[in-house]
């Protein structure tokens, strides 16, 4: 005969914990979980298997505390990391269409002697079409990533300093300052 399985034992409903409990449970379940994924990125299921059954209730609400502070981040297939740099003050969204437009920005306008390039350069290299990287390019701008050049009509990306500050006046409802040119 094969061996009995032990009975899992059985959580108390997070939603039925009073108000008081379910702070305490995920505070102490954020204290244990931030560790574990500072370690390795880890999936939801090796998550749950790592904590108690009394915690185990607060686990989805810590996770979406977690995510939405940017303090971890979704890697797919159900697994999470700690975000490496720390928390930020916005969630980290996953955005493959600007990341991949970014990059190539980036790649493309270090290789020009102007340190910029066309809406249609990008497109080209990146064979999408031009409508998504001008909506790209624009959702970049807004946020304060990369910048438009009147006189030229090309984007350059922006240094990671003025960036940090670009980013930092929008947080706060700044407009950037306009830099002289060159």
């Excluded at 899992?8 to 102490?28: I, M, N, Q, W, Y």
């Excluded at 931030?34 to 108690?52: G, H, I, Q």
């Excluded at 001008?134 to 438009?148: P, R, T, Y």
Aim: overall charge positive; charged content about 25%.
């Amino acid at each position: 005969m094969p061996p009995r399985a032990r009975p899992l034992p059985v959580a108390k409903p997070f939603h039925d914990k009073s108000p008081e409990e379910k702070r305490k449970a995920r505070r102490g379940l954020r204290r244990r979980l931030l560790p574990l994924l500072e370690e390795k990125p880890m999936t939801v299921m090796a998550l749950r298997l790592a904590l108690d059954a009394d915690e185990a209730g607060a686990l989805v609400a810590t996770l979406d505390d977690l995510v939405a502070a940017g303090e971890i981040a979704a890697i797919g297939h159900g697994a999470y990391t700690k975000v490496p740099w720390g928390p930020e003050m916005r969630p980290v969204v996953a955005a493959p269409l600007l990341d991949t437009v970014h990059g190539a920005l980036t790649h493309l306008a270090s290789r020009t002697r102007r340190k910029s390039c066309t809406v249609g350069l990008v497109s080209d290299f990146l064979g999408l079409s031009l409508e998504d990287v001008a909506l790209s390019l624009q959702k970049l701008e807004l946020a304060g990533l990369v910048s438009f050049g009147d006189a030229n009509g090309e984007w350059a990306p922006i240094g990671t300093a003025t960036a940090r500050r670009v980013r930092k006046g929008i947080d706060e409802g700044i407009r950037p300052l306009t830099l002289p040119k060159r």
